[in-house]
């Protein structure tokens, strides 16, 4: 019965210091939370801004509004920057080197992540480690120009095909699908690499959509190595065009500023594709177990 | 129409360790054979070995006439269902059950036929366009037997597989999956930890513990002449009371209380006489205890005094703890710490009044004692 008693006479005192509390917690979080989105936000807009702005204009008010939302700096960007056999050149690279990284990492992933051969763990451990090295620029330069494959489309290639990342979130990924899966399609008489590609390859969506947009977009928007690696005009990948702008003087920032806005157009439009399943792929570990 | 034969098989793992210790099994043709054991001792591995997910470190092991130590899992004309029943999640109903067929290059009209008929048999036609994450628990394991039965193997190995459904569907699946087996015939190697799923489904059960096989029989059998103070203790629930007791002529004396033995246990149990002035291991089922309140005749030297602990009425009887002072003995069961609390356990008659901290006169059935050599563990026979 006291108990009972001294229960509502305490929870009216209680209540209004909790829901204090809790207020300033909530403004505290929106104001964190509305400095970072200025901070990320902030550069984008000035970006859009910048490209539908003149030079002059732009030299006059660098962060206003523009003056009008023409589209002749996005057209002449466009041709200047040799969008049309660029952007084909960076599809290709891209594309050809995303698939080939990723079908090679779902087959080294797997047999890491269930341990099917010795040394497993150590080889995993590599990968890591390989994470925190600096890269090696001058080895592969030399690894490269020995090949015979500097200045060609395939030595490019070759630079991109392995991402340690990548490996890492794919053996997480994959610890989460249960080995009796292995079994049973053993017992069912599925053969190795049907089994890999049929069967796990669809259960582990998640992280293959998200090693595939971190890497298509590291490739997409890599601007040192193809200046370091191609010399000829019609290797150039799209980035390599955005050096069209830089003049001796000064840049045509708005120019620049239009040309990257439609460089980034296409990894936008596979992350938006593929985020819903990105976000259960970066957490998968956290919350599958 | 094939059996199984396990021939004194070893499995060392690289480690050293020893899972299986010189098994030898028979499992005839349609028999259904249940691998009954505390976690760790060793059943899921004999069953793996037996699908060939694990190698053989020694020995042979059989099915058919074919001798499959080195036969890949896929050709071993075996089917197997496992604990969480390995679904494919992306795949429907009817692609997983028809997955194996698919994979064995049978004519799709074929598989869908054969994929259909396992259907209505497990009441899944309704079902066959549904993923497995759209299914319930007893309706996934269904399609796990589905995909087994569709194969029309030669054994199904099943990996506890019940032990993933709540208590109810479990009742039923039992039931079903017994019916199943019957019905087709198949020679089947069944696993569980719960010796309720063993005694009910199985021709026969194999009680195995730290890799050793402990023994192998029919479940009436296990229960009325355990080998072992293991297999006396593991199979039935509550577990049979085990304590140290001295044989002083046709008496046992443990603690203050004394039992007279009829004549008809030495008939029974020759090598009892042998015993006479040792300490040996006593046994008695719950089931031998009764209120004395309610017993007649009443027979001399078959009543012990005691004070009880606690009662659990569950309707049909009364469960009731209560203490005994003498040394208890400890079946060596790793999943239960409490064997060798001390005290005992009784399935009153429900119409027994004691409760909690009275004292009570029980009756107990002398008959049916259990016997065990203290040293060895061994039940007492010739």
């Known amino acids: ?34 400095a970072f989105t200025v901070l990320y936000v902030g550069p984008l807009l000035m970006l859009v801004m910048t490209s539908f702005k003149s030079l002059p204009e732009f030299f006059r008010n660098p962060t206003g509004l523009p003056e009008s939302f023409g589209l002749s700096n996005f057209t002449e960007a466009w041709e200047l ?3 049309p056999s660029y952007l084909w050149n960076s599809f290709f690279y891209t594309a050809v080197a995303t698939a080939i990284c ?22 995993l451990t590599m990968y890591i480690v390989a994470l925190f090295l600096p890269p090696a620029l001058i080895p592969q330069f030399q690894l490269i120009l020995n090949l015979g494959l500097f200045n060609t489309r395939t030595g490019f290639i070759l630079l991109f095909l392995v991402n340690p990342i990548g490996i890492i979130i794919l053996v997480n990924y994959i610890k989460s699908v249960p080995r009796e899966l292995d079994e049973s399609a053993a017992v069912d008489g599925c053969g190795y690499y049907r089994f890999v590609l049929t069967i796990i390859t669809p259960l582990i969506r998640p992280a293959i959509a998200t090693v595939t947009v971190l890497h298509a977009i590291g490739i997409w928007n890599e601007l040192v190595l193809p200046t370091i690696y191609l010399t000829n005009d019609d290797l150039y990948p799209v980035t390599r065009g955005l050096i ?34 990105i976000i259960s792929g970066l957490t998968a570990g956290a919350v599958k177990g | 129409m094939t059996s199984i034969s396990i021939d004194r098989v070893d499995k060392i793992y690289p480690n050293n360790f020893q899972a299986i210790h010189n098994l030898s099994l028979e499992v005839e043709d349609g028999e259904f054979l249940v691998l009954v054991g505390p976690s760790g001792c060793g059943k899921s591995t004999a069953l793996r070995m037996v699908a060939g997910l694990e190698e053989i470190s020694a020995g042979e092991m059989k099915i058919g006439d074919r001798v499959v130590n080195d036969i890949e899992p896929k050709n071993r004309d075996i089917a197997m269902v496992f604990q969480n029943y390995a679904l494919y999640p992306h795949k429907t109903v009817a692609e997983n ?38 299914l319930s628990g007893g309706q996934r394991q269904r399609v796990a037997m589905g995909r087994a039965i569709v194969r029309e193997p030669a054994a199904f ?16 699946m039992r039931a079903d999956i017994s019916r199943l087996q019957r019905q087709l015939g198949v020679t089947t190697i069944y696993v569980t930890h719960d010796q309720v799923e063993a005694m009910t489904m199985g021709d026969r059960v194999a009680v195995l513990k730290d890799g050793r096989l402990q023994q192998v029989d029919t479940p009436q059998e296990l229960y009325d002449r355990p080998a072992n103070v293991f297999v006396a203790a593991f199979i039935g629930s509550p577990s049979m009371n085990l304590f140290e007791a001295a044989l002083e002529g046709n008496e046992i004396r443990f603690g203050s209380h004394r039992l007279t033995l009829p004549e008809a246990t030495f008939a029974d149990r020759p090598g009892l006489r ?33 004070t009880v602990d606690l009662t659990e009425a569950l309707g049909s009887e009364i469960v009731a703890h209560f203490e005994l002072d003498a040394p208890p003995a400890d079946p060596g069961n790793p999943d239960a710490a409490d064997d060798a609390r001390g005290g005992a356990v009784a399935r009153f008659d429900p119409r027994s009044t004691c409760r909690a901290g009275d004292s009570v006169e029980v009756a107990v059935t002398v008959r049916n004692l259990h016997f065990f050599d203290l040293g060895t563990h061994t039940s007492i026979w010739d």
């Open chain 2, 274 to 306: 042998a015993y006479n002035g040792q300490t040996i291991i006593v046994g008695v089922r719950p089931e031998d205890l009764d209120d004395a309140s309610l017993v007649s005749p009443l027979e001399a030297g078959t009543t012990i005094a005691s």
């Open chain 1, 102 to 123: 990723v079908v090679t990492s779902v087959l080294v992933a797997f047999p890491i992540a269930r341990g099917y051969f010795k040394g497993a763990n150590l080889v």
């Open chain 1, 81 to 83: 920057a040799k969008f």
């Open chain 1, 1 to 34: 019965m006291t108990a009972a008693q001294e229960a509502p006479v305490e929870t009216p005192k209680r209540q209004p210091s909790m829901k204090g509390t809790f207020k300033r917690h909530k403004l505290l979080t929106y104001v964190v939370l509305l």
């Open chain 1, 244 to 277: 069209a702008f830089e003049g001796l003087y000064g840049s045509n920032w708005p120019q620049l500023a239009a040309a990257v806005l439609m460089l980034m157009l296409p990894m936008l439009v596979l992350f938006l594709f593929l985020q819903r399943y």
């Open chain 2, 97 to 134: 059950i028809g997955f194996a067929l698919k994979l064995a290059k049978v004519p799709k009209k074929e598989i869908a036929q054969r994929v259909a008929e396992a259907a209505q048999m497990l009441e899944l036609s309704e079902q066959l366009d549904k993923r497995p994450g759209q």
């Open chain 2, 157 to 172: 190995l099943m990996d506890e597989p019940l032990s993933n459904l709540d208590a109810k569907l479990r009742v039923q």
